[in-house]
């Protein structure tokens, strides 16, 4: 389907389906705000719970635009170009091939999936059908694109070793060690329902995730577009050290991870989700960069602008990120990549890398041993 | 009065040492170590001689001494109850005291997460992994105790040092050279209830004299060295042993053995007790 109508010389607009909003809405009100892109409608399985047909029925009449309980009616009905899929973490992979299938260009949220061979079926799928993918990230926020720009420029030289803390200072519930004699476990979907008031819900779904893997795919998304090379190899050590929520269901929330890479490049991930009380704002995320000639240390949050008044309440943050245009700018690489060809800034297969990395430190992880990464034959 | 002989090599930390001396209550300047109660000193035949002497001593550059020697100096002490202090002055930094203060108030709860970026000047022909003694240090003193798993990468003056440690305890360290010019610290201690961040990145000052700015680094100047002596002539005072023994220098120069193990073979080193020690290279 074209993109552009040469007639006029203007792109005409895409119609975009959201297939199930049910985690962060802040994708489909990024892609709806870019000015080439119309929602259409929202569509999911009928055969999902009320709680997912209550958030996409909220969606969808906060923009005025219909609620079809069938994908593939949607699709046909509506005609759209795009589909936006932001559910629970196991069904990405489910609702992003069935829309490649359908011919629609599609945006995904993270993580790609969580299994490598769901990535690989997303990969295919995305091939056969020719169409493009964006898995959605953080590339393009000021800091990332001055990090990148200051690396390109030669200014520390060439790179060798890229480090990334992410620290994302939520709760998750109550604290490790707060489960009574007798209590049951926490259950892991009903948490993660309850934490999307707070929008602390990424690992919303059936499967309990570490933060390995709800999180992970963002730094890594960093150290691959400024390292530019693979990893290959992963040590890693990970805990459960905040969240009785990630006791009970034996999932990591708090892990470091050794990186080897391609041409000698080494670095390393330390991640957590370590508690609102434990960063005056969502939390510390740094990278640090050698090169032959020199360091580059960037805080991601910047620019912030601090803004404290009386009354203020004591969560919300007090410093705001400002200058961002990381939600417009990757709808205009993915509006790009559909008028050009090329690829996106985080396609497919590139995210089926990063989950690759992640299964490997997650395994590392379990085993303390050093694991080598599961890459893809042909990449 | 603990009259205190300064016996160094080096010009410079004998002078911080003197200064040190000025802004301590009950410590003077001895002359002459037969003058003196205590000696600080980096010569171990120095130390040895003031131990059998029966003074106190306080020896910097204790990990440069070998460990059956150190183990003599700590027993002559020992038998004269004298008391024997290695200098670990990197424990006595204020943005490090200030992490650690936290850490024993029970602000932190209990350490999870520990990351050391330490960028310096230049590590020039020295083995770098030497010089992360102080950063090995701070490791075990946080975690209580020495890693139980080790993996280490390197390349020309540049080390990376991943730790494991009991109850899940992890540590990410790299210490990298830079070139001639301001280096870069920053030490982040993650903990279950709370968290420290003694980071050069916040505490740079903006430097504006045209083309980019620059930025001037934090100084600590002789503060280390105050709080180190303050803590030797405590120790002595109260006849206690001191904050920092014998045994943490053993235990940091045995980890980083493991460590240059780990990082030549890239291997994990792995510790055959439960407490960390005692390395093996996996298989």
């Known amino acids: ?379 | 009065m603990i009259r205190l002989a300064i016996v160094l090599s080096d010009s410079e930390p004998a002078d911080a040492y003197r200064s040190a001396v000025r802004r301590l209550r009950d410590v003077a300047l001895a002359d002459r170590i037969a003058e003196s109660d205590a000696v600080v000193t980096d010569d171990h035949e120095e130390a040895w001689n003031a131990a059998c002497a029966d003074r106190h001593v306080l020896l910097e550059s204790a990990e440069d001494t070998a460990g059956p020697r150190l183990a003599e100096l700590a027993e002559a002490c020992r038998k004269a109850s004298r008391c024997f202090m290695p200098a670990h002055p990197w424990r006595f930094r204020p943005s490090v005291r200030a992490v650690r203060d936290a850490l024993d108030a029970g602000k932190l709860g209990e350490p999870g997460l520990l990351r050391i970026h330490r960028w310096d000047r230049s590590a020039g022909a020295e083995d770098v992994s030497a010089q992360l003694i102080p950063e090995i240090d701070l490791a075990n003193w946080f975690f209580a105790g020495p890693p139980r798993e080790i993996y280490a990468l390197a390349r020309d003056d540049y080390l990376q040092v991943h730790l494991g440690f009991a109850d899940g305890g992890m540590a990410l360290i790299d210490h990298a050279a830079l070139p001639a010019g301001t280096g870069y610290y920053s030490l982040s201690l993650i903990g279950s209830t709370g968290a420290a961040y003694a980071d050069d990145h916040r505490d740079l000052q903006l430097l504006l004299a045209g083309g980019a700015p620059s930025a001037l680094g934090k100084v600590e100047g002789i503060l280390p060295v105050i709080g180190q002596l303050d803590e030797f002539a405590s120790a002595i005072r109260a006849a206690r042993p001191p904050s920092v023994t014998l045994e943490a220098t053993v235990a940091a120069l045995d980890v980083l053995d493991a460590v240059s193990s780990a990082a030549r073979e890239r291997r994990v080193s792995r510790s055959s007790t439960s407490a960390g020690g005692s390395y093996e290279l996996d298989g």
């Open chain 1, 1 to 379: 389907m074209s993109s552009t109508d040469e007639t006029q010389g203007a792109a005409r607009p895409l119609r975009a389906l959201v297939l199930s909003v049910v985690k962060h809405d802040y994708i489909p009100l990024a892609v709806a705000a870019h000015p080439r892109v119309d929602l259409v409608v929202v569509a999911d399985d009928a055969s999902q719970p009320n709680w997912v047909h209550e958030r996409n029925t909220e969606f969808a009449d906060r923009f005025d635009i219909p609620y079809v309980r069938d994908p593939e009616r949607a699709i046909a009905e509506f005609r759209p170009d795009l589909a936006i899929v932001s559910s629970q973490a196991e069904r990405h992979c489910d609702l992003a091939v069935r829309a490649a299938v359908a011919g629609l260009h599609v945006i995904v949220d993270k993580p790609l999936s969580t299994t490598l061979a769901q990535c690989d079926r997303m990969v295919d799928a995305v091939d056969r059908a020719g169409v493009k993918c964006l898995l959605w990230n953080r590339n393009l926020l000021p800091a990332l694109i001055q990090a990148r720009d200051t690396v390109e420029s030669g200014a520390i030289g060439e790179l060798y070793a890229i480090h990334c803390d992410f620290y994302f200072s939520k709760d998750a519930g109550p604290p490790r060690g707060s489960r009574q004699p007798g209590d049951p476990p926490i259950d892991w979907l009903q948490r993660q329902i309850e934490a999307h008031a707070d929008g602390s819900d990424g690992g919303v779904g059936e499967r309990p995730m570490g933060e390995l893997e709800i999180e992970g795919i963002y730094p890594l998304a960093y150290i691959r577009r400024l390292a530019g090379v693979q990893v290959r190899r992963v040590f890693a050590r990970t805990a459960t050290h905040f969240h009785q929520a990630n006791v009970d269901n034996e999932v990591d929330d708090l892990a470091t991870v050794t990186l080897e890479m391609d041409g000698g490049l080494v670095g390393s991930l330390a991640i957590g989700r370590i508690g609102a009380a434990s960063h005056p704002e969502i939390g510390e995320i740094k990278i640090h960069l050698l090169g032959s000639k020199g360091g580059l240390v960037i805080s991601e949050a910047r620019p912030e602008v601090g803004v404290y008044y009386r009354g203020q309440p004591p969560l919300e943050f007090k410093h705001q990120r400002v200058a961002n245009e990381n939600d417009y700018l990757l709808v205009e690489n993915f509006v790009q990549a559909i008028d050009s060809g090329c690829e996106t800034l985080l396609d497919a297969r590139t995210g089926r890398e990063i989950c690759a990395i992640v299964e490997a430190a997650v395994r590392s992880g379990k085993t303390g041993q050093i694991v080598d990464v599961d890459h893809r034959p042909s990449d």
